[in-house]
């Protein structure tokens, strides 16, 4: 790990983003149990989805590197038609699919550091957010979209957000047939993600990166800059939202997760509270941790650990797709 300078690259007036906690008390969080009906409640959402067919519908766009991109529209549980990219090997066919979400906010076009390019690939959007998805489904970030149903928890986004990512597999894999997917998401995308992964089977492996909605017993105790913050101030005035959270808990999904999983968790993080990410972590049977020195933030050497990073995943998804075919490597 590289050395840490954390007060010499940010100063005193900005938050501690290691909220106190050192590597050896970060890797002693718990996770949360689950409530009561917790793994029933997600399978039933599972079969529910795997009932509605995708019907996607794709735009060519045109070349990108190494991939043939498209704008795809498809089908969600509640009639949502929503939309994203998705991107086909030029080269040949592709030996597996990745499902890669987003951070918090949407994004603005495909990301292809972390996609190997033999993969085929879907980067959905998820409701309310992004250049395609704007209010569609759900606020925006800037309306509230992590407070939305949050009074119930058949309608809470964040769940809603976690079954889309199942809408996406299924339509990707409409377009490319039957292949092992990898799951990429960084902090929002991590923690809806780890949501997402117990109960699909179709999943392999994933990187999660900083990974957020993790420990929400810490999570609410600690002040922030990011989405969290909002929630934290929202149960503080109601404080009955805290049994809906139960059921969206980062770290009790984590729990039920038996493909091999990397977790980049941040040292220090203003925006999702290093404690939370490593609660994640630690509830995963099959890890591989990156140990960042930061998140959501620059800092000296940024691009070397992110270059690694990159380069990491690629690597750890090929392994996780070859695994589940047949036991053997991938020839690159």
Do not use: K
Not at 227 to 243: I, K, L, N, Q, T
């Amino acid at each position: 790990m590289r050395e840490v300078r954390h007060r010499d690259w940010f100063g005193d007036e900005v938050r501690d983003g290691t909220y106190g906690y050192g590597l050896e008390a970060l890797l002693a969080v718990e996770p949360v149990v689950p409530p009561a009906g917790f793994e029933e409640l997600w399978r039933g959402w599972y079969a529910a989805a795997r009932e509605v067919s995708p019907d996607p519908v794709l735009t060519p766009i045109g070349r990108q590197g190494a991939h043939e991109v498209f704008v795809v529209e498809h089908t969600v549980a509640d009639g949502l038609r929503l939309r994203g990219w998705l991107a086909m090997p030029a080269g040949g066919p592709a030996h597996f699919g990745m499902v890669h979400g987003h951070g918090y906010g949407g994004r603005d076009a495909p990301d292809w550091s972390r996609v190997p390019d033999d993969a085929a690939v879907i980067f959905p959007i998820a409701r309310g957010q992004g250049v395609f998805n704007a209010g569609l489904g759900a606020p925006t970030p800037e309306d509230g979209h992590v407070l939305f149903g949050i009074d119930s928890v058949e309608r809470y986004a964040l769940g809603r957000c976690a079954v889309d990512l199942w809408h996406a597999a299924s339509a990707l894999l409409d377009v490319v047939g039957p292949l092992p997917l990898y799951f990429v998401g960084e902090s929002f995308g991590g923690g809806i993600g780890a949501l997402a992964l117990p109960w699909d089977d179709r999943f392999v492996g994933a990187t999660l990166v900083v990974p957020s909605f993790g420990q929400y017993d810490l999570r609410l105790r600690l002040p922030c800059e990011g989405s969290g913050e909002r929630v934290r101030h929202h149960v503080a005035e109601h404080p009955e939202a805290r049994e809906v959270l139960r059921f969206f808990d980062a770290s009790t999904a984590a729990g039920f997760v038996h493909v091999p999983v990397r977790v980049e968790a941040a040292l220090w993080d203003g925006h999702v509270p290093p404690p939370g990410q490593f609660a994640v972590a630690n509830a995963l049977e099959d890890l591989e941790l990156s140990v960042l020195p930061a998140g959501h933030t620059e800092y000296p050497e940024l691009q070397a650990v992110l270059a690694e990073s990159y380069a990491a995943t690629r690597a750890h998804a090929l392994r996780s797709a070859a695994l589940a075919v047949d036991g053997s490597t991938i020839e690159r």
